[in-house]
């Protein structure tokens, strides 16, 4: 066959006009604009003119490509106004996955942010006077009455279940007074906490130091001055703050009497830092949360704890010690908290600062909290959530209600799951493993749970959790051993009929 030279396959090629005047390309036309119908006719011109420019089509394969033009203007358009942000099944076992969004929203929060977003709300307008409010007061006094309210003690208490909870990996105890509020010995509550709301847990701890420690000195443990995810350290924080850090101890081991040698009338702040994802064993050391309370007092300076998760319901109640809890650090006498809203609370993305009310003022007062603040939509999700723990109802809360499943409730749903798959590829197995919380919480502990196994004829176990990935919808799965594994923990019930869809679809 002749070669046809690039130059005669460029001519011919369609104008832009003469395919936006094809009936199909016309209706499209019709329905989504010219302008985006435009734009995808000229990307499908542009991706067929560097084909023939590399030399990848001859003049038989122009042809086939000129004969399905339409489609292929249709489907870039398709993608074109496609939402890129769209809803994935984690069916990784980790509750608090950071790269799939963590902490899923109750139903009510749901609820009140369409109702918030759709019509006119009082953000900031005081209903009762007519001028203007602080839109801080619609959690504010939530957390008031779950921070320091004597109810919160049954509040906290961990939570009766039918069946066993999951068990742990860790067996230390939690650090502070948590382990005092299980052993009977009355803690005092707090009638001077305040909180406010910004961005996310980096935005509160930047806050802090900005406001009681800029151009001040601000002591901290090695050991505690960890990297987060995104490459975002502490000390890098801490400078953006403006405050200087004078580091103490060593990576494994830091004294009460280190913090105090460092301290001189240019220190602000002491600051204690939760370890995000990783635990320090061995010969280690640190000081209880009672030391540095006291030696704060002591000196007449703030105690700041970074907590990161900041849990406000008793994990123990499901089998998790050793991970500190934001009433555990308030009842204890740590000044200011800050903490997450979208890890083990379980509600929107937010950083929040728990603490006394005159240190939470100041920081209220910093013209950096404007630039830090949320929005209604964050107000509306958060108020809701910290509703279901006032109420009690933990099993509203996705995050808590997944964390509270019992190994023998997921391999049920595994089981019955395993049961609608016919396909003769397709062959899969129950076996035993282990969920893990994520988002930096609760780094050395686990929850057991029941694993469903799968492996796919033709197919290795990557090439089948790509296709699992790239299927509508999306699932996210884990590859262990030449096997794909499904943890249900993380995966909502009525989601279980679209894995076996999907499952059929690829392995038929």
Known sequence: ???????????????????????????????????????????????????????????????????????????????????????????????????????????????????????????????????????????????????????????????????????????????????????????????????IVVNNNAAAVLLALNTLAEGGEVVASRGELVEIGGSFRIPDVMAKSGAILREVGTTNRTRISDYERAISDRTRLLLRVHRSNFEITGFTEEPSTAELVALAQKRSLPLVEDLGSGALFDLRAVGITGEPGVLDSLRGGVDVVTYSGDKLLGGPQAGLLSGRHELIARMRSNSLFRALRVDKLTYAALEATLLAYVKRDHDAIPTLRMMRLSKEEIGARAGALASRLSSPRLKTEILDGESIVGGGAAPSSVLVTRLLALSCEDLSADEFATKLRKSDPPIIARVEEGRVLLDLRTVFPEQDHLIAEVLGRICS
Not at 38 to 54: H, K, T, W
Not at 56 to 62: F, G, K
Not at 111 to 119: G, L
Not at 171 to 188: F, I, K, M, N
């Open 1 to 195: 066959m002749k070669k046809v030279a690039p130059s005669e396959l460029f001519r011919r090629l369609p104008s832009v006009d003469e395919l936006m005047r094809s009936p199909v390309t016309a209706s499209l036309t019709s329905a989504h604009g010219h302008a985006a119908v435009a734009d995808a006719v000229r990307v499908v011109l542009d991706r067929v003119r560097e084909e023939i420019a590399l030399g990848e089509l001859d003049d038989a394969e122009l042809d086939l490509a000129l004969s399905g033009m339409e489609g292929a203007v249709q489907r870039q358009l398709r993608a074109d106004l496609a939402c890129s942000l769209t809803p994935v099944i984690n069916a990784t076992g980790v509750i608090l996955h950071t790269n799939l969004g963590r902490a899923p929203l109750a139903d009510a929060a749901l609820k009140n942010i369409r109702e918030t977003a759709a019509s006119y709300s009082n953000l900031e307008f005081d209903l009762e006077s007519g001028s203007r409010g602080l839109r801080d007061v619609h959690v504010d006094r939530l957390f008031r009455k779950l921070l320091s309210a004597d109810g919160l003690g049954s509040a906290m208490a961990p939570a009766q279940r039918g069946s066993s909870g999951p068990s742990t990996g860790s067996s230390t105890e939690p650090r502070g007074l948590a382990a005092d509020s299980g052993s009977g010995s009355p803690v005092p509550a707090r009638a001077d906490i305040s909180t």
